[in-house]
């Protein structure tokens, strides 16, 4: 059960993947940094 815990406290990429994903979206797609943000949160939120 413990482990069931560990993915809905921090999702299936873990503590800090919001972070990447900004970078991602900033870097590779050429994104601005509040949409990208944006994009990472719900992406976050839904892993």
Not at 6 to 19: D, H, K, N, Q, W
Not at 26 to 35: A, K
Request: with cysteine.
């Amino acid at each position: 059960m413990e482990s069931l815990n560990m993915f809905t406290e921090y999702g299936f990429f873990g503590l800090g993947a919001g972070s990447f994903f900004v970078m991602g979206f900033v870097v590779v797609l050429g994104f601005q940094f509040i949409e990208a943000s944006t994009y990472s949160k719900v992406i976050n939120c839904k892993t």
